[in-house]
């Protein structure tokens, strides 16, 4: 197996970025395919925290290529402030070890203005977004009328598709939304700063990334976000503007099907979700409070304080068969300790029916009463065990009983933050 694909199967949030880091050992390349600096991926090496936002979570591994596929909306901004702190810590600086698809779409100061006054507007039912402009980007790219990197580095082309679009974001912005018309030459001038600072990293990613998989080099592909928010499969419309399915790496990295060759689900031990939208095993008690406080659960990018819940199987199983995951990973189940009883979410109940995948409507799911299996707590910490077999006994029944609910056989349990806060029960990935 050359390549992996590490996919979120709930909310978003799930630790990818951890496992993305410790699977990218054994990788050559790691490649992001969709979403944009909305994900936050945090890395803990030695005790020293890094998030990372658009640059692929490998990046602490010397000499890993990291690319950014065509199916990411790229800020250059955070982009750029990213590089440099990580140039600082002596990464990435070589220029082929970072490289960015030239048919990558770029964020432009109207996206995010667009996204924030559209969820101020909404008020109330505002659907939550991180604010960063990812939605409007990906309209723009539906719509035909983005800019991507291969557009941004001819002056002229970039000239023409900003002055065009912006006096219609401008009439938007203005006469719709109530805000502030943005200034032409402003936004020229700093993108002019930007691209020729991203420009040595521009290059044809889908061709490399095939051409290094064919030659038999690993390839990990890191998705960001969670299953739920597809665009298509998720909660629409509490969801995120790009498909986030193991799928997408075909269409966001520009690789051919038959180069995905296994896909890693991650799941936290817990569910948790920011921003709004239906969440049926949400806890509103001190359950949920414990969980929120004890996993650190606030959000990377905005510090939104995230919602908790109890694991939903449902979501898991849906999940794993739009994915086709072929392995698990369970991350923080060191912070369910202290808890008398574990629920876990088995099926969902709605007017007589029981579902066992998680219905396409957002009302029925606001409505569903969700069907527990209680299984009994431990009260040890977790954060030193480094074996299966030296997990309390109800802790690894819980890992145990997550495994046959969701069918797929659990590679990797994490214990903490930490790079070495891991329980590697199957220890090779590709
Ligand atoms: P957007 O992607 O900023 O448009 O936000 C749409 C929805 O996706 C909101 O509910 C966000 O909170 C959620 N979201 C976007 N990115 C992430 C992420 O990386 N983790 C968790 N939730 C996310």
Same mark, same amino acid.
């Given at each position: 197996?050359?390549?992996?694909?590490?996919?979120?199967?709930?909310?978003?949030? !799930?630790?990818?970025?951890?496992?993305?880091?410790?699977?990218?050992?054994?990788?050559?390349?790691?490649?992001?395919?969709?979403?944009?600096?909305?994900?936050?991926?945090?890395?803990?090496?030695?005790?020293?925290?890094?998030?990372?936002?658009?640059?692929?979570?490998?990046?602490?591994?010397?000499?890993?290529?990291?690319?950014?596929?065509?199916?990411?909306?790229?800020?250059?901004?955070?982009?750029?402030?990213?590089?440099?702190?990580?140039?600082?810590?002596?990464?990435? %600086?070589?220029?082929?070890?970072?490289?960015?698809?030239?048919?990558?779409?770029?964020?432009?100061?109207?996206?995010?203005?667009?996204?924030?006054?559209?969820?101020?507007?909404?008020?109330?039912?505002?659907?939550?977004?991180?604010?960063?402009?990812?939605?409007?980007?990906?309209?723009?790219?539906?719509?035909?009328?983005?800019?991507?990197?291969?557009?941004?580095?001819?002056?002229?082309?970039? &000239?023409?598709?900003?002055?065009?679009? %912006?006096?219609?974001?401008?009439?938007?912005?203005?006469?719709?939304?109530?805000?502030?018309?943005?200034?032409?030459? &402003?936004?020229?001038?700093?993108?002019?700063?930007?691209?020729?600072?991203?420009?040595?990293?521009?290059?044809?990613?889908?061709?490399?990334?095939?051409?290094?998989?064919?030659?038999?080099?690993?390839?990990?592909?890191?998705?960001?976000?969670?299953?739920?928010?597809?665009?298509?499969?998720?909660?629409?419309?509490?969801?995120?503007?790009?498909?986030?399915?193991?799928?997408?790496?075909?269409?966001?990295?520009?690789?051919?099907?038959?180069?995905?060759?296994?896909?890693?689900?991650?799941?936290?031990?817990?569910?948790?979700?920011?921003?709004?939208?239906?969440?049926?095993?949400?806890?509103?008690?001190?359950?949920?409070?414990?969980?929120?406080?004890?996993?650190? !659960?606030?959000?990377?990018?905005?510090?939104?304080?995230?919602?908790?819940?109890?694991?939903?199987?449902?979501?898991?199983?849906?999940?794993?068969?739009?994915?086709?995951?072929?392995?698990?990973?369970?991350?923080?189940?060191?912070?369910?300790?202290?808890?008398?009883?574990?629920?876990?979410?088995?099926?969902?109940?709605? &007017?007589?029916?029981?579902?066992?995948?998680?219905?396409?409507?957002?009302?029925?799911?606001?409505?569903?009463?969700?069907?527990?299996?209680?299984?009994?707590?431990?009260?040890?910490?977790?954060?030193?065990?480094?074996?299966?077999?030296?997990?309390?006994?109800?802790?690894?029944?819980?890992?145990?009983?997550?495994?046959?609910?969701?069918?797929?056989?659990?590679?990797?349990?994490?214990?903490?933050?930490?790079?070495?806060?891991?329980?590697?029960?199957?220890?090779?990935?590709?």
């Amino acid at each position: 197996m050359s390549t992996l694909v590490v996919v979120g199967i709930q909310w978003g949030d !799930e630790g990818k970025g951890k496992v993305v880091d410790l699977l990218a050992r054994e990788a050559d390349i790691i490649a992001r395919f969709q979403g944009g600096s909305n994900a936050g991926h945090t890395l803990v090496v030695g005790g020293k925290k890094t998030i990372v936002r658009l640059i692929p979570s490998g990046v602490l591994h010397d000499d890993k290529v990291c690319v950014i596929g065509n199916g990411v909306v790229v800020d250059p901004q955070v982009l750029i402030e990213e590089l440099d702190t990580l140039q600082q810590q002596g990464r990435l %600086l070589d220029p082929a070890l970072l490289k960015i698809s030239e048919t990558a779409h770029v964020i432009m100061p109207y996206h995010q203005a667009i996204d924030v006054a559209r969820e101020r507007l909404r008020g109330e039912g505002r659907l939550g977004t991180t604010g960063r402009g990812i939605g409007p980007a990906y309209e723009d790219k539906m719509a035909r009328v983005g800019i991507r990197f291969v557009d941004f580095l001819d002056d002229q082309v970039f &000239q023409e598709q900003l002055s065009r679009n %912006l006096q219609e974001k401008n009439l938007y912005l203005g006469e719709i939304l109530k805000e502030q018309a943005l200034d032409y030459t &402003q936004i020229f001038d700093s993108y002019r700063r930007f691209r020729d600072r991203l420009a040595p990293h521009v290059t044809n990613a889908s061709r490399y990334l095939h051409q290094e998989i064919v030659k038999g080099r690993k390839v990990l592909f890191e998705g960001a976000q969670g299953t739920m928010l597809d665009v298509d499969h998720g909660t629409y419309p509490y969801v995120t503007s790009s498909n986030t399915v193991s799928g997408a790496v075909c269409s966001g990295a520009g690789i051919a099907p038959q180069h995905i060759h296994g896909v890693i689900g991650i799941s936290k031990a817990y569910t948790t979700r920011v921003g709004s939208g239906p969440f049926p095993t949400e806890l509103f008690g001190p359950e949920g409070e414990k969980l929120r406080r004890d996993g650190g !659960e606030f959000g990377t990018v905005t510090g939104r304080p995230r919602r908790c819940g109890w694991l939903d199987a449902v979501v898991a199983r849906t999940a794993v068969r739009l994915n086709g995951v072929t392995s698990l990973a369970l991350t923080k189940i060191d912070v369910l300790s202290g808890l008398p009883t574990v629920r876990i979410c088995t099926g969902y109940a709605y &007017q007589g029916q029981q579902y066992d995948e998680v219905p396409a409507s957002v009302h029925v799911i606001d409505r569903i009463t969700p069907v527990y299996e209680d299984l009994p707590g431990w009260s040890e910490p977790l954060s030193d065990i480094r074996s299966l077999d030296a997990l309390p006994l109800n802790a690894r029944r819980y890992v145990e009983r997550v495994e046959q609910l969701v069918n797929v056989p659990i590679k990797m349990v994490s214990v903490g933050a930490g790079r070495e806060e891991t329980i590697l029960i199957r220890p090779t990935f590709f």
